[in-house]
């Protein structure tokens, strides 16, 4: 069982890092990480490379100039005083004198570059033609090489110094070493290199690879996510949690999952909502409006009433156009206040008059208190405010008409003039007290409504720069208090 299981996580691995995401971006992980680190790799394996065998060769050859230079003189000196007929007799002595014929080998060359002796005895007679030789015969410089030996094949390097008689060039001493060990010196210092130029490289590809695979993981569960919600499967949410800032993205997606599954919940709910509430002022009024125009002699009581629920219901469809159009003007930015200077009170009494009589019919009594000082004006939209104290006074009667009664009020406190509407009805909940004012939200409340009033009002009442507060009375039944300041609006 466990077998299979690990065979199976294998699998998914797989297929996960073979899916194209992923490959591409393991693709942008080669060309902008490893590729630029190789090359930089590479550079210093290079320059290293030439570094050392700069460093090492220029050293040897500088010793054999030095020795070269240091032997010439002296058999200028001691050895060709006695003419150019005794050159080949003095350089055999030369050659038997050397001393370091252990690792360096001395060669003496005619003018036409053949070598006559040889501290080995086994160049003797070959004619190696290098550019060293040629140099110090044909320039009258000394010269160095590097490279194969024409007759061995052999790695040297050789320093041939002219030797002259007479104003001209009659041979060259030449200096020669092996490169063997030099060579396999430089070649094992830059292995070396090479081999932590490639550990450091594991390492790098190691670190990255465990730091793609870590990053790439979540970015395809993200990616699979968010398809899945745009694809309409609100609420989905991913399971997995990461550190550091993968998690913070994916809590944010799973945060923006939810929030999207409520707000289509509350839209079906408002679409749903205002379709019923739609419907319902609709049917009254079409089915009096019918009665009163079958029967246009019909009872005049009952006439009346027919043409007052008409009323009452042209009423509501104003009020709910009035909202759903100021809620769609504050959804796209269009929402707008005429600011001028105005009296409140005789707008909220205007409201209060005109709801005491609709509540009169509905058994419920609406209080009105004012202060008895002089109110004076202040900035604001009288048309936008007045909706706001329908609103407000509406909502009481559907929320807490079963206590029959409303209380109104208005007063001045420290420069702003204060609104406060309560009813006496069963409350609203604590919990759902914080939500209220959300569009769409209806809690618990059963009554008719589509949950976007109280958003509308307070948009309203903030852009006076005031108050809109909803709380619960002392006593029961909830209140509702707006705050305006009396100065300029922000």
């Known amino acids: ?283 009254a009024i079409n089915g009096w409006g019918e009665t009163i125009l079958g029967d246009p002699a019909g009872d005049p009581v009952q006439m009346r009433r027919g043409i007052r629920i008409i009323l009452n219901e042209t009423r509501r469809l104003s009020n709910m156009v009035e909202e759903l159009l100021a809620f769609s003007r504050m959804e796209d930015g269009r929402f707008t206040l005429r600011i001028e200077q105005m009296e409140l009170q005789p707008e909220f009494e205007d409201a209060i008059f005109t709801y005491r009589e609709l509540f009169k019919q509905e058994g419920i009594t609406l209080d009105y208190e004012v202060d008895e000082e002089i109110f004076p004006p202040i900035p604001g939209d009288p048309e936008r405010l007045k909706q706001v104290f329908c609103n407000v006074l509406d909502n009481a009667a559907k929320h807490g008409g079963a206590g029959k009664k409303i209380s109104a009020s208005l007063r001045r406190e420290n420069g702003s003039q204060i609104v406060k509407i309560r009813d006496y009805g069963p409350g609203i909940p604590e919990e759902e007290l914080p939500f209220v004012k959300q569009k769409f939200y209806k809690g618990s409340s059963k009554a008719r409504g589509n949950g976007i009033g109280l958003a509308v009002c307070e948009e309203i009442v903030t852009r006076h720069g005031g108050e809109f507060i909803i709380g619960n009375a002392s006593g029961g039944g909830a209140v509702v208090t707006i705050k305006l300041p009396e100065g300029d609006t922000a």
């Open 1 to 283: 069982m466990m077998k299979n299981n690990i065979k199976n996580n294998i699998k998914d691995y797989i297929r996960k890092w073979r899916s194209p995401r992923i490959r591409g971006l393991r693709q942008r992980w080669i060309l902008n990480t490893i590729a630029p680190i190789c090359s930089i790799l590479i550079f210093i394996v290079i320059l290293f490379f030439v570094g050392i065998s700069n460093y090492y060769f220029g050293t040897i050859q500088k010793g054999l100039e030095t020795r070269a230079q240091a032997i010439a003189n002296s058999f200028n000196e001691y050895f060709m005083g006695n003419g150019y007929a005794s050159y080949n007799l003095r350089a055999v002595q030369a050659a038997d004198r050397f001393e370091d014929r252990s690792r360096l080998e001395l060669q003496f060359t005619n003018a036409s570059g053949r070598i006559i002796v040889s501290t080995s005895g086994l160049t003797a007679g070959s004619l190696p033609t290098t550019d060293d030789i040629n140099g110090a015969l044909t320039n009258n410089i000394m010269t160095a090489f590097r490279g194969m030996d024409p007759e061995t094949g052999e790695s040297i390097m050789a320093v041939s110094h002219p030797l002259v008689f007479g104003g001209r060039v009659r041979g060259a001493l030449r200096v020669v070493t092996s490169l063997k060990w030099v060579n396999r010196q430089v070649s094992m210092a830059c292995l070396a290199v090479f081999l932590i130029a490639l550990l450091c490289l594991f390492l790098v590809i190691a670190s990255n690879f465990l730091f793609i695979n870590n990053v790439v993981e979540p970015v395809v569960e993200v990616t699979d996510a968010a398809k899945r919600i745009s694809s309409g499967s609100y609420g989905y949410t991913i399971e997995k949690s990461y550190p550091d800032e993968l998690g913070e993205l994916v809590q944010g997606i799973n945060h923006m999952s939810m929030k999207i599954s409520q707000n289509e919940k509350m839209k079906s709910e408002f679409i749903s909502s205002v379709s019923h509430e739609l419907r319902t002022p609709l049917t």
